[in-house]
């Protein structure tokens, strides 16, 4: 079945360095979402992509699709403490509408 | 708009226990989701729906009924709770499948 993968489980960052989270899928993705959930809270949607290499940008966070639809990556330029939480990916795949998969996500924790 | 609804907030099981989850949303999105959340696995997508009458299972429906009368609820029952479904629970819904999830606050279940 359709797998996502997330890489890493973990990253501890100084406020003001950037950050990078990565996402594969075994299939390749109609769509992918990105959610972030902060701690104790419910995971709350940031974005999503649909097309082939589309690059999205919300302020500091930018958000690429791969040109094969089965990778993406979320980058955070000058991470600030507001920053820390779960981030996720989530893939659709073709003819699987309905079926969102969501990866491990990536905890991020960022020392003032 | 209440948004996506759960209750109860906290459950504590015995083993054998039955129980059920509610789930309701006041924004007429035709497709409602249930995913379970454990350390380290992300969020595993257990039951979805359509619409009113049309269900399907997700990748972890064992353990798990779900029915859809309504447009706005999506209740998930567990007919005899095991320690393994320990674990905090969301309900989410979309407007599409393929489209963005508003998640509930989440059920913390603990089954002894």
């Known amino acids: 079945g359709q797998q996502v993968m997330q890489i890493p489980q973990y990253q501890h960052v100084q406020e003001g360095e950037d950050f990078t989270t990565y996402c594969n899928s075994s299939t390749t993705l109609s769509n992918i979402q990105w959610y972030k959930q902060r701690p104790g809270g419910h995971p709350v949607f940031l974005i999503q992509?649909?097309?082939?290499?589309e690059v999205k940008k919300q302020k500091r966070l930018t958000f690429q699709f791969g040109e094969a639809k089965k990778n993406s990556s979320l980058h955070i330029t000058a991470t600030q403490t507001t920053d820390v939480g779960t981030y996720f990916c989530?893939?659709?795949?073709?003819?699987?509408?309905?079926?969102?998969?969501f990866g491990q996500g990536t905890t991020l924790q960022v020392k003032p | 708009n209440a948004g996506v609804t759960q209750t109860p907030k906290f459950q504590v099981l015995k083993t054998g226990q039955s129980m059920t989850l509610q789930c309701a949303q006041d924004m007429n999105h035709e497709y409602m989701s249930w995913y379970r959340q454990d350390p380290g696995m992300g969020l595993r997508l257990i039951h979805y729906s359509v619409g009113a009458g049309i269900t399907d299972q997700g990748e972890v429906p064992n353990g798990y009924n779900v029915s859809r009368s309504t447009t706005e609820d999506f209740p998930l029952r567990l007919l005899s709770a095991a320690p393994s479904q320990t674990s905090v629970y969301f309900c989410a819904s979309s407007v599409t499948g393929a489209g963005s999830r508003y998640f509930g606050p989440g059920t913390r279940l603990l089954v002894l």
């Open positions: 992509l649909v097309k082939s290499g």
């Open positions: 989530a893939g659709i795949s073709w003819g699987n509408t309905g079926k969102l998969i």
